[in-house]
């Protein structure tokens, strides 16, 4: 008898747990909307890349996508749960450019991406970051 018991308050503690980091992922993602609406910022539709750019995750829809002097916010079509599998490589149809709406990168479709200030980069790593969890 005291089995499924058990197994009734470990599922509903993984629920729990689900149900917080899909409440957490909800409220970053609004914070970036907000962002992108407050900031008011201009997307493009293109952007050249290199071999020494990177990216550093915000959420599973967004990413900031950094290159030497240059960043921008790339949002996804949908979630990309494919970030975490691959090394960080774009997938390029065009030579070395990254077109919105036509290229994906680790088979995440791009939706839009805007250009970023070095000020704008830092307000965006610092959105979902509890105080003193930097290091």
Avoid at 32 to 56: G, M, S
Avoid at 58 to 64: E, K, S, T, Y
Avoid at 102 to 116: E, V
Wanted: proline share 3%; with cysteine.
């Amino acid at each position: 008898m005291k089995t499924p018991k058990l197994t009734i308050l470990a599922a509903m503690a993984l629920t729990a747990c689900a149900t917080q980091e899909d409440s957490v992922t909800q409220d970053t993602e609004q914070a970036v909307r907000d962002f992108i609406a407050v900031r008011e910022l201009a997307e493009t539709d293109k952007l050249r890349t290199a071999n020494q750019d990177h990216w550093d995750e915000i959420d599973l829809n967004f990413i900031i996508y950094k290159k030497r002097k240059q960043a921008y916010l790339i949002e996804f079509a949908r979630r990309c749960r494919e970030l975490h599998e691959y090394p960080v490589v774009a997938d390029v149809r065009n030579g070395n450019e990254i077109r919105a709406r036509f290229d994906t990168i680790r088979g995440c479709q791009i939706a839009k991406m805007f250009p970023l200030t070095e000020g704008e980069v830092a307000e965006l790593e610092a959105i979902g970051e509890s105080p003193g969890s930097r290091n």
